[in-house]
């Protein structure tokens, strides 16, 4: 059974930093696209990042390049996202997903975790 269990999350000011993670099980998830997606209060679900299979590329959302860096674990069942110098603006439910497509578009990945919650102060 696929499982995505994200932590990380939490309440941060503006302009400090955040590292989520998703420990996956269930399969060996160095052979799939591992991703990030938020939701804003409101607002639809959006792509954030992802990383292919065995990490030989990334890909980010072009509104949040520099800022987030996305990476894997060794045993390719970890997956973190890097936030830095976070903005309200970032404030959402991160979700970490997987797949088998290189994709933004969030109906092409399988499995979903419950979300973590960041929420940034101004």
């Known amino acids: 059974q696929v499982q995505l269990v994200e932590s990380g999350g939490g309440l941060v000011q503006a302009g400090g930093s955040l590292r989520l993670s998703c420990a996956a099980s269930?399969?060996?998830?160095?052979?799939?696209?591992m991703a990030w997606f938020r939701q804003a209060p409101g607002k639809e679900r959006e792509f954030v990042a992802s990383?292919?299979?065995?990490?030989?590329?990334?890909r980010y959302a072009n509104s949040l390049k520099g800022r987030f860096t996305i990476s894997r674990g060794n045993a390719g069942n970890t997956v973190s996202l890097q936030i830095n110098t976070l903005k309200p603006d970032d404030t959402a439910v991160y979700y970490c997903?997987?797949?088998?497509?290189?994709?933004?578009?969030?109906?092409?990945?399988?499995?979903w975790g419950q979300g973590t919650q960041v929420t940034v102060s101004s």
């Open positions: 997903a997987t797949g088998r497509i290189w994709t933004i578009y969030d109906y092409e990945y399988d499995y």
């Open positions: 990383i292919s299979p065995r990490s030989l590329n990334t």
């Open positions: 269930g399969r060996n998830f160095s052979d799939y696209v």
